[in-house]
T-cell receptor
């Protein structure tokens, strides 16, 4: 069975510093995908970044980058130059393909990030 | 750009009552999903649908039923609400999951906060 582990329940970072949110995963499927979502206090789920298991390079999207270490089964999210608006809950999720191609996401428990001014 | 819309946003029920949560998407997505989010547990898949007229069970389907009579709508029903179903419910949708479509994220609604007394 697939499993996602986020070991940091909470993190506190000074504004403008970089922050790394940890995510490790466990799967026997050679083909998988990893997603990061942001959930601000308002509750919505916002897609940030995706990394496929066969992607040769680490994914980047603006201030977000993914430190993908396949051998260690880790997919850490790096936020550069953090901003107050980055304060939120962050979820790592792994894609598992169901029958007929439906995409089941297995979520970690999340990390609550607080950016201090 | 409505995306995924969930109604209602909040609801309080008494044990044994029934209700239906409505999810509507305007992105012409084939796949739709219902998740529940409980404190400290991330999101868990309840039911999903790979197209109009089809539904399937996810990780925690007991006590829920779903229907997908129209491609754009996915309904989640609670026939006899129980306090254990107090949660935040999220609907999501995604396009066809084949080939490069596997890297497409799920798009989430804003959630429905449901309390069962």
């Amino acid at each position: 069975a697939q499993k996602i582990t986020q070991t940091q329940p909470g993190m506190f970072v000074q504004e403008k510093e970089a922050v790394t949110l940890d995510c490790t995963y466990d799967t026997s499927d050679p083909s998988y995908g990893l997603f990061w979502y942001k959930q601000p206090s308002s509750g919505e789920m916002i897609f940030l970044i995706y990394q496929g298991s066969y992607d040769q390079q680490n994914a980047t999207e603006g201030r977000y980058s993914l430190n993908f270490q396949k051998a260690r089964k880790s997919a850490n999210l790096v936020i550069s130059a953090s901003q107050l608006g980055d304060s939120a809950m962050y979820f790592c999720a792994m894609r598992e393909v169901y029958i007929q191609g439906a995409q089941k996401l297995v979520f970690g428990q999340g990390t609550r990030l607080t950016i201090n001014p | 750009n409505a995306g995924v819309t969930q109604t209602p946003k909040f609801r309080v029920l008494k044990t044994g009552q029934s209700m239906t949560l409505l999810c509507a998407q305007d992105m012409n997505h084939e796949y739709m999903y219902w998740y529940r989010q409980d404190p400290g547990m991330g999101l868990r898949l309840i039911h999903y649908s790979v197209g109009e007229g089809t539904t399937a069970k996810g990780e925690v389907p007991d006590g829920y039923n779903v229907s997908r009579l129209k491609k754009q709508n996915f309904l989640l029903g609670l026939e006899s609400a129980a306090p254990s179903q107090t949660s935040v419910y999220f609907c999501a949708s995604s396009p066809t999951q084949t080939g490069q479509g596997l890297n497409q994220p799920q798009h989430f609604g804003d959630g429905t906060r449901l309390s069962i007394l």
